[in-house]
């Protein structure tokens, strides 16, 4: 195991706090880095990247899917002396047409996963699918807190990933043998479709919400009427694409080939959720 220092890019994020969490439990030194942290590093200033690098046995890499810039990375991290990379991709990259018809979301991650598989050092890469941590942390909690989650996801359902999962992989990769080289797609252990999902919620948390579907026109105008660039939102509707066609219902054991165990639950993340403090008004 190294004791060298893990360099931990959005050390702040869903995954990146995870991940830096369990390094430290493993009694290996994160380094968690964001634009304004004690550690500096913006994808868009180069020269932050030398210093942050400085030392580092390894690097997870949550990539800036606006301004891609991972090979360049890649490239600073091994010349300073990095020897395994740890990528967060996403799910159905490698498929035409997962996230609807525009390419740019996929070809930015299958960039980033060409970088680390020809950078020359161990590599992994993690394809999540939906994270259940959206509906606590992220883009799905206002609307839960609010009693009402408005979608274009149709009845489709997902897999929904515990981003606990994704850090655990995530850590093994950095820190253990018989990773590299490794591509793991990563889902829960069950497809459940948003109604389901909020029906556990509330046996978790009692709170009830509703799901409302919408098409992508409503949802991308209700979006902009939020004053959320019309850019954003059209992301986040490419995003769920795969959810309303049943894309994200595939179940993947990639937690288990990683891990040697099942993943979470969505009922254990939502129990774990509420103990932590979630959906409290």
């Known amino acids: ?7 931990v890019i959005g ?22 880095a964001s634009r304004s942290g004690e550690v500096r590093f913006d994808w868009l200033d180069e020269s932050t990247w030398g210093p942050a ?25 091994v010349a300073s002396g ?16 997962y996230y609807g018809e525009d390419p740019a979301t996929s070809e930015a991650f299958l960039e980033g996963e060409a970088a680390v598989r020809e950078s020359g050092v161990d590599w992994t890469v993690l394809r999540p699918g939906w994270f259940a941590q959206n509906f606590d942390e992220g883009f799905f909690n206002e609307g839960v807190l609010a009693g009402e989650l408005r979608l274009p996801a149709g009845d489709g359902a997902a897999s929904w990933i515990d981003v606990e999962d994704i850090a655990a992989v995530a850590v093994a990769a950095l820190t253990e043998d018989g990773h590299a080289g490794r591509t793991y797609e990563l889902s829960g252990p069950a497809p459940l479709p ?3 999902v909020l029906s556990v919620i509330e046996a978790a948390a009692g709170r009830k919400v509703r799901y409302t579907p919408l098409t992508t026109e409503e949802f991308i105008a209700e979006l902009g009427a939020q004053g959320i660039p019309a850019e954003e939102a059209g992301l986040w ?6 959810v309303e066609r049943g894309f994200e219902s595939k179940v993947s054991d990639g937690v288990r080939q990683a ?7 969505f009922a254990e993340y939502a ?3 509420v103990a932590e403090g979630a959906w409290r008004d």
């Open 1 to 7: 195991m190294t004791t060298k220092p893990v360099l």
């Open 11 to 32: 050390g702040t994020g869903k995954t990146g706090r995870r991940v830096v969490r369990l390094l430290r439990e493993r009694g290996v030194p994160p380094r968690p």
């Open 53 to 77: 690098l400085d030392g580092a046995s390894g690097v997870y890499i949550v990539q800036n899917d606006g301004d891609p810039r991972t090979r360049a990375l890649v490239r600073t991290a």
């Open 82 to 97: 990095v020897q395994r990379l740890a990528l967060l991709s996403a799910r159905g990259v490698d498929t035409p047409g």
């Open 194 to 196: 948003l109604a389901e």
């Open 237 to 242: 509707a490419a995003a769920l694409y795969p």
């Open 259 to 265: 891990l040697g165990r099942a993943p979470r639950t």
């Open 271 to 273: 129990e774990a959720a």
